[in-house]
């Protein structure tokens, strides 16, 4: 059956106000075949199927997850690309192989033919054969030579992305495709819907139709065979179109739906006007139009941890003080740092003390520790909140001569660390309040990374976040870019920053606040 994917809040989608993974869920995605499944990534990083409440595998280094037939995907933290289970016989195995050693941003899969975006921005398809050893996958065929590919959607035999510079295009599976018309500001689509970049709802038929005059949609969810169609709007609340559409009817809003901030579908279900969604407070639930039931763990949990500051910047030998706010009440903390090998927990020992508090101290800092990244992990109950990432910045006059003398060994030995931060630079995902203290939520994305040219930064719906800002910053915290977010995009030309190495992209709040903290690698 088609792949159906929904990325929450409490996930890598959102990154709330730019604190990390917080609530229940990771992503989660679901299958509406027989089988049912319905798959999740929990804020561990563990992959579960949730109707079973049944831990798949034991790795805990998941980012996403996607449901197909026979395989279903997940992508690992360091972006490769990984499969298991077998969905038409009913056995979600626990056993993962390796897809692909290339790492990826986002795959869509149906009856077994998939099409997937490299993190090179690519695209690549696959189909998968059978034989009396069971099911194999087809080698990888690259689909054109354009590298600015930045979401899409997959739907049985059709194919559909949309490109950095806006354009929409659509086609057949494992084959190049075609422009959809000559418009350049489209901002999401599916199953021929789409959403342009201020908000306006369209239907793609033979010409692009618009949907009303509202211009305050976020996603659209329309699933193969259903007779409703679901839009979410930026207010939280959910509308629909019943029986067979006629776009000059009036959507119809769904009345006890008003916290919305993921939404998806099911497509069996959708007959009975079943709809997914999550929650502003990290609540999964199903249902129809008028009553809805949750689905896993249903929790209240605070998502404002945020380590302040995120860029500490220190001299070798300094004590430096990393602290962390959060409401959730008698939380236990655990501070963890990536020595290269992923994020694991501090031990009151050496340098570090406070790990188990809202303040790491870290003392007599050694130059080795230069560009080292820390978060931590609050805990209540069922509650779990991750923060967003701090890292620690020598300002050292001689921190520079020593990093380039490094820098290529580092890179070599510490590839989990360079991939990390390639899948988590590419989408920056923030939430922003207005005055009515309603959630709007804003995508931007910043590709290609690692990059050696150019920089593409995709501000998404950049009216959303007015006098918020964006920041550059070298390894040894020299300002190379600054703006304020009043446009749609900005191509930067990097012959100018100073050579290779690691820089910082940072985004405030109009208040100053930092909201993301994310990072880019200049080969």
Not at 114 to 133: G, H, M, P, V
Not at 137 to 163: C, P, R
Not at 365 to 392: K, M, P, W, Y
Request: charged share 15%.
């Amino acid at each position: 059956m088609p792949s159906i994917k929904l990325l929450v809040a409490c996930f890598s989608f959102l990154f709330l106000y730019g604190q990390g993974v917080s609530q229940c869920w990771n992503s989660l995605a679901f299958q509406s075949d027989s089988t049912a499944s319905i798959f999740a990534i929990r804020n561990d990083n563990t992959l579960w199927n949730i109707r079973d409440n049944v831990q798949i595998g034991n790795a805990d280094n998941w980012q996403t997850c996607f449901v197909g037939s026979p395989f279903n995907y997940a992508i690992a933290l360091d972006g490769t690309l990984w499969a298991f289970g077998d969905t038409y016989n009913e056995n979600p195995s626990t056993e993962f192989f390796q897809v692909s050693t290339f790492t990826w941003n986002e795959i869509g899969t149906s009856y077994g033919e998939t099409t997937a975006i490299r993190s090179d921005s690519t695209l690549w398809y696959w189909d998968i054969t059978w034989s009396e050893s069971g099911y194999t996958l087809t080698e990888m065929q690259q689909i054109g030579l354009d590298h600015d590919w930045k979401s899409l959607s997959v739907n049985f035999s059709y194919v559909s992305a949309i490109k950095g510079d806006g354009t929409l295009w659509s086609g057949n599976p494992g084959s190049p495709l075609d422009q959809y018309g000559s418009e350049s500001d489209w901002r999401s689509n599916e199953n021929g819907w789409a959403i342009k970049e201020n908000g306006t709802l369209w239907s793609l038929g033979a010409n692009a139709t618009q949907i009303g005059n509202d211009n305050d949609w976020l996603t659209v969810v329309a699933p193969v065979w259903s007779y409703y169609i679901h839009a979410l709007k930026t207010d939280g609340t959910v509308w629909f179109w019943p029986g067979d559409f006629d776009p000059s009817n009036d959507p119809i809003q769904v009345s006890s739906i008003s916290n919305c901030a993921q939404l998806s579908g099911d497509i069996f279900m959708a007959y009975e006007q079943a709809v997914t969604y999550l929650d502003t407070s990290g609540n999964i639930w199903i249902g129809t139009n008028s009553d809805f039931a949750p689905c896993g763990e249903t929790i209240n949990c605070p998502d404002d941890l945020v380590i302040a500051p995120a860029v500490y910047q220190a001299s070798s030998g300094d004590t430096a003080l990393l602290q962390v706010a959060t409401d959730m009440e008698n939380a236990s903390f655990i501070w963890q740092c990536d020595f290269g090998l992923g994020y694991q927990n501090l031990l009151n020992y050496g340098s570090y003390s406070g790990v188990y508090t809202n303040q790491l101290q870290i003392s007599n800092i050694q130059l080795s520790e230069h560009e080292r990244t820390f978060r931590v992990i609050a805990t209540n109950g069922n509650c779990t909140d991750t923060s967003n990432v701090a890292v620690l910045m020598l300002t050292d006059t001689c921190i520079t001569t020593v990093i380039d003398t490094i820098y290529t060994q580092v890179m070599i030995y510490d590839t989990l660390t360079t991939l990390i931060s390639v899948t988590d630079t590419l989408i920056i995902s923030t939430a922003i309040s207005d005055v009515n203290s309603s959630i709007n939520i804003n995508i931007l994305r910043v590709y290609p990374n690692p990059t050696n040219a150019f920089l593409n930064i995709d501000y998404g719906n950049y009216e959303l976040m007015s006098d918020c800002e964006l920041q550059i910053v070298n390894s040894i915290g020299e300002l190379v870019f600054q703006t304020e977010i009043i446009q749609q995009s900005d191509t930067l030309d990097l012959s100018q920053w100073g050579g290779s190495g690691l820089y910082i992209l940072t985004i405030t709040n109009p208040a100053g606040a930092v909201i993301a903290t994310k990072q880019i690698i200049l080969e």
